[in-house]
């Protein structure tokens, strides 16, 4: 059921609460090291104070476990806030500050709160409340406000009092901007993708991916693994994989997932593809010399895989030129060492380069991978959470998204 949206709602005069994701790095000197996260949802804040609301912005940043704590201040935020909004529509003047996000101070500063005006509040995560998801101060936040709006989708996979708690003393609960987004291209490609419909899953673990792969067998035309994942499937299958990567204890739920894979295949004609070729080293390290093991042939015993080979490489592009719809996550790789990022940014090349395709990329890695290779700009749809995009991947429900109404 659709969501109400940040445009579905009146804001004139409205104290609007937009739950954002500041969650940035910070430098030694404190200053803000990468404003991605305060510029993806400038659209949402520029949106409520171009429609004349009062707005509060809220969000969590690091782990300060529930104590204040000056290293985990969001003031470097406002600052940063400041100087954007001032640059694209002349407001950042008015944004206040707020020391503690609920209590007197905060709610005197709302008081004052003009229409167009914006006030940040200091880091949730410095009341434990926060991810207790407390009631009274679930109540105390949603007494700052109006309306609600989620544009923090890099934490809807969390139900904590901001993303959750505070939503049921509110009438209206709705998306921002970024979120709408957000939940726009992933759905789509869950409920009726452009086909074919490709999925790359690569990085280190099998287990943050094996819900993934389940979830997506019979959804996708193809499904490519690469990564430090692989080899626990390869192990699984009996090859020799040497000293690769290994989730010894997953290596059953690994084999499951194989025969799940090719029942798949039976019903649905899915081609599941892990890697036939490997970069290898005797040590994960940036001047290790490396071999390239040919195909199905054995990874020696005192070597690791560390990215994918020549000929794999071939066959994923092979189904990523002919895709419509491309859901990535993970590195196929080490990307961060030279020597082992070429399947990495083959594949991010591949990706880019299909301009027929709706791309969505996400987690962490993976970002920053298409950026190292220099084709972010290419991808259709860049996710901001990690975390969340994979469990939505996996089918579950966000909590952060089904607290918000239904339209
Ligand atoms: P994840 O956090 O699970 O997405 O994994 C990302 C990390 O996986 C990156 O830091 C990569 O360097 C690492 N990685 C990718 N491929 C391999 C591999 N074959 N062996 C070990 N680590 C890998």
Redesign the pocket.
């Known amino acids: 059921m659709a969501k109400l949206s940040i445009r579905d709602l009146k804001l004139r005069g409205q104290r609007v609460f937009i739950r954002a994701d500041f969650n940035v790095p910070l430098n030694d000197d404190g200053t803000v090291a990468d404003d991605t996260r305060i510029r993806e949802t400038l659209p949402t804040i520029e949106y409520a104070l171009n429609n004349q609301a009062r707005v509060i912005l809220a969000s969590h940043l690091g782990r300060p476990k529930g104590k204040v704590n000056p290293k985990y201040s969001l003031r470097p935020v406002a600052e940063r806030l400041r100087q954007l909004l001032d640059e694209r529509i002349g407001r950042g003047k008015q944004v206040g500050f707020s020391t503690d996000c609920v209590g007197v101070q905060a709610e005197e500063m709302v008081a004052k709160l003009e229409s167009s005006q914006t006030l940040l509040l200091e880091n949730l995560r410095f009341h434990a409340e926060e991810e207790a998801n407390e009631e009274n101060f679930s109540r105390q936040l949603a007494s700052l406000a109006d309306v609600y709006v989620d544009d923090a989708f890099g934490a809807a996979h969390r139900a904590h009092a901001s993303t959750v708690g505070m939503t049921k003393f509110l009438k209206q609960n709705a998306a921002g901007l970024l979120m709408e987004r957000e939940l726009q291209y992933l759905g789509k490609a869950l409920e009726e993708p452009a086909r074919p419909f490709v999925t790359i899953l690569?990085?280190?673990?099998v287990s943050?991916?094996i819900g993934v792969i389940q979830n997506l067998l019979e959804k996708v035309d193809a499904l490519l693994i690469?990564?430090?994942?692989?080899?626990t499937f390869l192990k699984a299958q009996g090859f020799e994989v040497g000293k690769?990567?290994v989730e010894q204890d997953k290596i059953e739920v690994a084999r499951q997932t194989l025969e799940a894979a090719r029942r798949a295949t039976d019903k649905t004609g899915v081609r599941f593809l892990l890697p036939v070729d490997h970069v290898v080293a005797a040590e994960?390290k940036a001047d290790a010399a490396t071999a390239i093991i040919a195909p199905m042939q054995p990874i020696p015993a005192d070597k690791?895989?560390?990215?994918i080979g020549p000929r794999t490489i071939e066959l994923f592009v092979q189904e990523i030129e002919q895709a419509r719809t491309i859901v990535w996550?993970?590195?196929?790789?080490?990307?961060?060492m030279p020597p082992?990022a070429c399947g990495t940014t083959e594949i991010a090349e591949a990706v880019a380069g299909n301009a027929q395709a709706t791309s969505i990329i996400g987690?962490g890695?993976?970002v920053s991978a298409v950026h190292q290779a220099g084709v972010a700009e290419e991808i259709t749809h860049i996710s901001t959470g990690g975390g969340a995009s994979l469990e939505f991947l996996e089918g579950r429900k966000l909590p952060g998204v089904e607290a918000l109404t239904n339209k």
């Open positions: 690569g990085g280190a673990k943050d991916k690469g990564g430090g994942m692989a080899y690769s990567l994960m690791m895989a560390l990215d996550n993970g590195p196929m790789g080490v990307f961060e082992f987690g890695d993976t």
